[in-house]
């Protein structure tokens, strides 16, 4: 016989947290647990369902989203982290102006199919885009890595981000 | 030959039609604003959160379950395990509709593979949840496990029979050939990997159930939740607007669907199952892991003239899922002698499922590995080689091809990548750096399957226009291609009609699988738009009030949304207007494809089972899709990498719907024949069955940086035989031949052969 592993989580570790959060620009006082991922708080407690779970690992990108402007993988931040920063998430880029740019090119080029990987290419493309990553097709494409797409749209995400950067290059 | 990508937009206003022009993705908005609402951007009031248990053995028995702890958890409501959970009904064969294998036990005691769920907490918040199911203490009896095909007591497996093939005398033709080769070729476990993993948010209202939940076949999916907990199917709704990626994997209901439901209506509040990533490498089957030898001869000018095949493929101890070795084998090229056989080897996973393209990626393979093989051994271009081996009509069934442009897909696309220029010697190409290049070329087919359907029609006084049907679109565009269908056949512009998807309240659609939805839809929705173009008409004609009542014309038109006298546009009035002033609030038209006569019980069953499948065309041509890849790669000897630097691609798939979604559709197959050749596999501990590699960090799928350009071109021309709008199947395609194009072309800068996928860089290094 044997017995599953030992039980590793503590249900005494828990604790309340009241959390004062800017997401999109408004102000969001919650009260969450230590432990949620800015994630789950996004998704759950603030019901912001833009920014997607693929993963819970930070392996996937689907969960991007920028805190003071840089890409977070929300999944592996605790709410809590996020505290004091002003947190972007696809739902606040069609006031962006890079991101609205962004989520047009992924239109026009059509840079998705399934649609569930595309708000974090779109965090992370308009993120991209600022950082003055897409100068080539081969630096987008590695500025771009971090975010899978399992429809494989890369080339048309390439070609998005190209033509977006171009936009905000001319400005 | 048409670039799918640089074709001008079309218009009404030019007469061009709208169903086959690149309009973009009408739903493309919605998902970059991320306001496409996937199953579990739900939260209803009063939401519990549920989360799944795997167990940790590849076989044997759960003892017992010692819940206390977790029951005593904050936040906890409710544990399930294999002694505790209410046993489900029984759902009617998923086959044919006819009485099931009885109840379903969500948790059984008897333990099959490693990860198969043994127990479900159900809890507040989800992190609650997690935190009890790790308070769970399980204990088993460990049975003997055997873990994978690769297993030494796995044995030979036993024979499939049902797709074994005897075509003439393949050992004597054999024998007989100037040219033979013999090679073995394996692919592993590969998994579906949707970037939205499974999982389920459910709700009752009495005895009515709502089910949010990402569906490849929504009303398959309602008959199972209706059996599961006996109420009419009509009770159930099942709704799944958006699907994050499916490919195949989401086709049926599964463990995690019944807990949702099974504990919302314990508790009397809606209850939230989110798979894990890790638990979707268990909780359903990826592509059976296969092992196939083949010997092909040839005479002396490279003409087939037997191919000997024997292979296996893996599935669970339970179910015998078969994933057929011969699908390309037998039907890509004219060889009048073929011997097949396939044998099953059962062993301790979860079933294995349809993966795109099922059985036509492994067979293609293997196939197209082996007619490069047999190219160089007869000192032939591949390219040559292929279509030296044309066949004018399908070689397995005698039936004429509705239409085959192979030959134009291999021809176009050796211009287009420059193959004239290849020298045919490996280890002739150089980088300037140095490494090594090479250029390889396979070919696919997807044969094609059709199905029944209804498509609604809706106009509405307001102005609105809507489609409306059950079928789903995973990102394959079926939002976009219907408006565009129904635009055409109403007269009015896509902008103008709203198609609404995914629910079981809509009129019945068909699996999106075997490539198949978008075909039957567009003709169905072709179908109750002209029915609906001609109730206006009709309707503008003799209804009181109308305009155009007793003007003694004979017929009207319908252009952009305004209905006129046929040479007449000066005199056009709205659709809208017209149901205002016939004081109608709305129209409705329902079309289906069902033969007359068909009861409401037999709809019912075609619609709900597999039943339904039908090939195309009456059976009297046989209809496949075709595609011919060229890849260059680059290899570098001292790290063995290989990099895909270049893919040209062309596809014979009859009309395109929507060329710029096809092509995104084409890329996307390519994309994953890129994972499939270089990256993809999962790793079985050889101890208990353990997928080692259940995660994105260790199971790796292709990222951006891993995808060269990749050019893609259409040699496709209607062909309304094989659907009523001219398509053949678009979505599986683009991944059947990816992977031995690019084995083929690691070959021609090596000089080695890759014979086992994915590609291994130790083997690539081990020789030189």
Known sequence: MRSADTPFVRSAARTDLDLHLRVNGRSHRIRAEARETLLDVLRERLGLFGTKKGCDHGQCGACTVLVDGRRVLSCLTLAAQAEHGAVTTVEGMVEHPVGRLVQAAFVAEDGLQCGYCTPGQIVSATACILEGAATSDEAIREAMSGNLCRCGAYPNIVAAVRSAAAVVERR | MTDPTKRKHGDASDGALHLGSPLARVDGDRKVRGEAAYALDAAPAGLAHGVLVRGTIGAGTVLSVDAASARQSPGVLMVFTPFDTPVLGAPDSFLDGTPGEGPFHVFPASILHWGQAVAAVIAETRQQAET???????????????????????????????????????????????????????????????????????????????????????????????????????????????????????????????????????????????????????????????????????????????????????????VPFVEQLNAATSVMYDVPNLRSRQRLVHVNTVTPAHMRAPGKHPSAFGLESAIDELAHLAGIDP?????????????????????????????????????????????????????????????????????????????????????????????????????????????VLPGDVTVRLGDSELPSGPLAGNSLLAGVMTGLV???????????????????????????????????????????????????????????????????????????????????????????????????????????????????????????????????????????????????????????????????????NDNLGDYLIPTNADIPDIEVFSVGEPDFRAAPMGGKPV????????????????????????????????????TN
């Open chain 2, 132 to 318: 009890a199911a790790a308070l769970l203490r399980i204990d088993y009896a460990p049975g003997d496990v055997v873990p994978s095909i690769l297993s030494k007591d796995a044995g030979p497996g036993v024979p499939v029979g049902a797709v074994d093939i005897d075509r003439g005398d393949a050992e004597a033709a054999l024998a007989g050939s100037v040219f033979r080769v013999e090679a073995t070729y394996e692919t592993p476990r590969e998994y579906h990997v949707p970037i939205e993993p499974h999982g389920a948010v459910a709700w009752w209202e009495g005895d009515r159930l709502t089910v949010r939940e990402p569906s490849q076949w929504i009303d398959a999916m309602a008959r199972t939740y209706a059996g599961w907990f006996g109420i009419p199917f009509e009770n159930v709704r099942l709704i799944s607007h958006f699907v994050g990626g499916g490919f195949g994997s989401k086709v049926t209901a599964m463990t995690h669907g019944a807990v949702a439901a099974l504990a919302a209506r314990e508790l009397g509040r809606p209850v939230k199952v989110a798979v894990t990533r890790a638990q979707n490498f268990t909780a359903h089957g990826g592509r059976a892991a296969t092992r196939q030898t083949l010997r092909l001869g040839a005479d002396a000018d490279g003409r087939l003239k037997a191919i000997v095949q024997d292979g296996e493929s893996e599935t669970s101890v339970f």
């Open chain 2, 526 to 692: 072709h179908k109750a738009a002209a029915a609906m173009r001609e109730t206006i008409i009709g309707l503008a004609l003799t209804e009181q009030g109308s305009p155009f009542r007793g003007s003694e014309l004979n017929t009207l038109d319908i252009t952009r949304g305004r209905i006129h006298p046929t040479l007449d546009e000066g005199r056009a009035v709205p659709i809208a207007d017209l149901l205002k002033a016939i004081g109608r609030d709305r129209i409705e038209r329902i079309e289906d494809n069902f033969p007359a006569g068909t009861s409401a019980q037999e709809r019912h069953r075609i619609m709900t089972t597999v039943a339904g499948l039908r090939p195309p065309d009456g059976g009297v041509s046989s209809v496949a899709s075709w595609c011919a890849h060229f890849v260059e790669v680059k290899v570098d000897e001292d790290f063995g990498t290989v990099r895909v630097r270049r893919v040209v691609s062309g596809f014979d798939c009859g009309r395109l719907y929507n060329p710029h979604l096809a092509a995104s559709q084409f890329r996307g197959g390519i994309v994953m024949g890129i994972g499939q050749a270089l990256l993809e596999g999962g790793r079985v501990d050889p101890r208990d069955g353990r997928i080692v």
């Open chain 2, 731 to 766: 979505g599986e395609i683009g991944i059947v031949g990816v992977a031995p194009a690019i084995c083929n072309a690691v070959f021609h800068a090596t000089g080695q052969r890759i014979r086992r996928l994915p590609l291994d860089i130790a083997a690539l290094l081990s």
């Open chain 2, 383 to 491: 390219v040559e080689l292929r279509l030296r081996n044309e066949a004018g009509f399908n070689p397995q069934t005698g039936q004429p091809w509705s239409s085959r442009r192979l030959r134009e897909a291999l021809v176009e696309g050796a211009r287009r990548f420059g193959w004239k220029d290849r020298p045919a010697a490996p280890r002739s190409m150089r980088d300037a750096d140095g490494a090594f290049l090479g250029w390889g070329v396979a070919a696919g087919l997807f044969p094609a399957l059709d199905h029944f359907g209804e498509a609604g029609l809706r106009v509405d006084a307001d102005g609105s226009i809507e489609v409306l049907s059950a079928g789903i679109d995973m990102g394959t565009g079926t939002y976009t291609i219907l408006a565009q269908a129904a635009a055409d056949a109403l007269g």
